[in-house]
C-alpha cells in the first residue's frame, strides 16, 4: 500500500483563498501568451495542474471568484486581494484545447515546492520581445508541439 503523497499547498497574496494540489501534478510549463500576461500582470505565467480530484480548496471558498474570459474558459482570483491562481476550461471548443478534467494553476501562488519543474515555454510567439531565455527547454508555438527556433 502506498501513502498518498503530501499536497502541495498555495494561496493568495492575503491568504484569504487557499488550496492544495495533490501530486503528481500533470505538466508544468511557462506560458507568455497575452491572456496570461494580461491577467497576472507578469511577463509570462508558469502554470501547473492536476485532475479536479486532486485539486481542493482549504480556505476562502467564498472569496474566490471566476472571470469568464469566453464561452470556455474562467480566470480563478482572491476577491479580497485580487490575486490571479487558477484557470479552468468548462466546455469544448477552445482553441487551444484545455483540459476539462483539470484545474490548472499558476505556480506562482504555491507555497510548497512544486515535484517537477518547469520543462517547456508554451505561446513563446507571444513573448515580450526584449525577454531572453537561455536555460535550454523547448518553445512551443502556441500549444502546440511545434517548437520554434529562436
Ligand atoms: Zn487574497
Ligand atoms: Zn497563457
Not at 11 to 39: D, E, G, M, N
Not at 103 to 126: C, F, N, R, T
Request: net charge neutral; proline share 7%; glycine share 8%.
Amino acid at each position: 500500500m502506498t501513502a498518498e503523497p503530501t499536497p502541495i499547498r498555495g494561496r493568495c497574496l492575503c491568504a484569504t483563498v487557499q488550496f492544495t494540489l495533490t501530486p503528481p501534478t500533470a505538466f508544468c510549463a511557462h506560458c507568455h501568451c497575452q491572456s496570461c500576461r494580461l491577467s497576472s500582470g507578469a511577463a509570462f505565467v508558469t502554470w501547473t495542474g492536476v485532475p479536479h480530484d486532486r485539486f481542493a480548496i482549504t480556505a476562502g471558498q467564498d472569496r474566490l471568484r471566476w472571470y469568464r474570459s469566453s464561452d470556455a474558459i474562467l480566470w480563478g482570483f482572491c476577491g479580497d486581494c485580487g490575486s490571479s491562481m487558477l484557470y479552468k476550461a468548462d466546455r469544448e471548443g477552445h482553441h487551444e484545447s484545455p483540459k476539462l478534467d483539470r484545474m490548472y494553476v499558476s505556480v506562482g501562488s504555491l507555497i510548497d515546492p512544486m515535484d517537477q519543474p518547469a520543462k517547456v515555454h508554451v505561446s513563446w510567439e507571444e513573448r515580450l520581445p526584449w525577454l531572453h531565455v537561455n536555460d535550454g527547454l523547448p518553445k512551443h508555438r502556441g500549444k502546440s508541439d511545434e517548437v520554434i527556433a529562436e
